[in-house]
Every structure is written in C-alpha cells, then in structure tokens.
C-alpha cells in the first residue's frame, strides 16, 4: 500500500524557518518525482515545488510564491522528502501536502494527509 | 503560467441527478507528441487530502465509480457525475500539468439541493 506521511509542521513566528518531511512506503520512492502542494484554510490548492529523481538529476522546480525561500530536497535511503522553509511569511500559512507524480509525469496519484504549518506572531 | 478557471464555483444538485462542472484553461494542454490532454481532475471532501478521479481528460482512475466521467480537449474540459449520490458531496478541482508550474482551478463546491 503505497503511503505518504508527512511531519514537521506547526506554530512558526513571522520570518522563522520549519522543516517539513514527507515519509513514504509502498513503492519505488527512489524513482518517483515528490511535490509540495499546499491550502490555505478554506482557499484552493496551491502547487509549492518538485524534486525530481535521481534519474532526473534530482532537478527542482519551485511557484514564484516562495523562490528563493523554500528548498525541496530528498535522502533516497530514507525514502523521504523534505521542504526546507525559511523566511516564513504570515501568507503561508497553511496545510502542506507531500504527493506523488504518477507514471505518466502529469497527475498527483497518491497524497498525504497533510501537515499544518502557521505562520504568527 | 496557465490559468485553469472554473465554472460554476458552486452548485448545488438533487439526488439522482446529473452535475456538471467546467474548467477551462488559458491555454492548450493537449501534447500532440501524444495526443493526450493533460488535464486531471481531483476530488476533495472536507478534512481529507485530494483525490485523484479522472485524469489525461476523460481516463477514469482505478476504483473511482463510473458515475464519473471527463471530457473535452485542448483548452476546455468538464466534469460529470451522471447521478448525484450523497457522498459525491465536496470540492472538485482541475489541475494542468502540462507545463510547470502546474496549476489547479479555484475549485467547485458541490452539494446536495
């Protein structure tokens, strides 16, 4: 059964930094690209970033919303991903899924359940 | 970036009857080196992730009932619950990755009328 279980979120003061991982279980982590997606309380969903895999020279991407502030990285041995989050801002504030990209490389087959992550002084 | 916009942003629907929800995207998704259209489509209930329901347009994902279906191409898309049932009961969303960034639509509320 394919899982993914994301962890580190929690209460952040404005311009501090959090770690968040992204555990998974199930299936051929080493191959698969992991993206952040993340949703404010009552907004819609909000790509974040992906880390590719190492096929794929481990190449990241990132929404202009938080380039230059957040990195996505991964320890395959571990099979878990990470996002590095600093220079936190009140806006990102919000529920932050690790997902996996299917087969295909165009749809999100297998998500977490979500970690909270607020932003506040 | 592509902008996916969707229609109506809510819709409230009796038992039993059809739902129809549209995207359309600012530009073409539509691969021609494969023909397909990369265009998804993710259901979510309250206090749960996303889940996956159609994607490539109009392929049903495993398990997802045949109620569900998708179509359309190119830049425009629906989504169609052929007979409401109390648990279709949430937020829909389309996504494009047809390019990154991927981009989802604002999201469609449904409920039961």
């Known amino acids: 059964e394919v899982q993914l279980v994301e962890s580190g979120g929690g209460l952040v003061q404005p311009g501090g930094s959090l770690k968040l991982s992204c555990a998974a279980s199930?299936?051929?982590?080493?191959?698969?690209?992991i993206h952040w997606v993340r949703q404010a309380s009552g907004k819609g969903l909000e790509w974040v970033g992906r880390?590719?895999?190492?096929?794929?020279?481990?190449?990241?991407a990132y929404a202009a919303s938080v380039k230059g502030r957040f990195t996505i990285s991964r320890d395959d041995s571990k099979n878990t991903a990470y996002l590095h989050m600093n220079s936190l801002k009140t806006e990102d504030t919000a529920v932050y899924y690790c997902?996996?990209?299917?087969?295909?490389?165009?749809?999100?087959?297998?998500w977490g359940q979500g970690t909270l992550v607020t932003v506040s002084s | 970036d592509i902008v996916m916009t969707q229609s109506p942003d809510s819709l409230a629907v009796s038992l039993g009857e059809r739902a129809t929800i549209n995207c359309k995207s600012s530009?073409?998704?539509?691969?021609?080196?494969?023909?397909?259209?990369?265009l998804t489509w993710y259901q979510q209930k309250p206090g749960q992730p996303p889940k996956l329901l159609i994607y490539?347009?109009?392929i049903r994902e495993s398990g997802v009932p045949d109620r569900f279906s998708g179509s359309g191409s190119g830049t425009d898309f629906t989504l169609t619950i052929s007979s409401l049932q109390a648990e279709d009961v949430a937020v829909y969303y389309c996504?494009?990755?047809?390019?990154?960034?991927?981009?989802f639509g604002q999201g469609t509320k449904l409920e039961i009328k």
């Open positions: 997902t996996r990209l299917g087969n295909s490389g165009s749809y999100f087959d297998y």
């Open positions: 530009q073409s998704v539509l691969y021609s080196s494969n023909n397909k259209n990369y």
């Open positions: 199930g299936f051929t982590f080493s191959g698969s690209a």
């Open positions: 996504q494009q990755y047809y390019t990154t960034p991927c981009t």
């Open positions: 880390i590719r895999s190492e096929a794929n020279s481990y190449a990241t």
């Open positions: 490539w347009a109009s």
